[in-house]
């Protein structure tokens, strides 16, 4: 069992900038894809990055060179670098977790991934 804990969402205006943090708990995180995604209400939830246990990454084309994901193997954490912030990024960012996601087409299907955490608010404003 994986329990995944986010922290650094919040409310910042359109251009800035946030840094998520995704903490997990057991001692595989080196051996696990690692995901966040997006769900903005009244939408469906979306993967926003992804991160292979290979260290291959995914980003949605709406983010693009302004997010970043990345991996701390020695902190068990993923972040999820976000700058340039717009309006149309405002949602609940969830981290997720699953041991046998390798490729970007099956980490793009939400029901796929095995470990969710509770989700942080991020707003930004116009």
């Known amino acids: 069992q994986v329990q995944l804990v986010e922290s650094g969402g919040g409310l910042v205006q359109a251009g800035g900038s946030l840094r998520l943090s995704c903490a997990a708990s057991?001692?595989?995180?080196?051996?696990?894809?690692m995901g966040w995604f997006r769900q903005a209400p009244g939408k469906e939830r979306e993967l926003v990055a992804a991160?292979?246990?290979?260290?291959?990454?995914y980003y949605a084309d709406s983010v693009k060179g302004r997010f970043t994901i990345s991996s701390d193997n020695a902190r068990s954490t993923v972040y999820l670098q976000m700058n340039n912030l717009k309006p149309e990024a405002t949602a609940n960012y969830y981290c997720?977790?699953?041991?046998?996601?390798?490729?970007?087409?099956?980490?793009?299907?939400?029901?796929?991934?095995?470990?969710w955490g509770q989700g942080t608010q991020v707003t930004v404003s116009s």
């Open positions: 057991g001692r595989t995180f080196s051996t696990y894809a």
């Open positions: 991160i292979s246990s290979g260290a291959s990454t």
């Open positions: 997720a977790a699953d041991p046998a996601l390798y490729s970007t087409q099956a980490m793009r299907v939400v029901n796929l991934w095995r470990f």
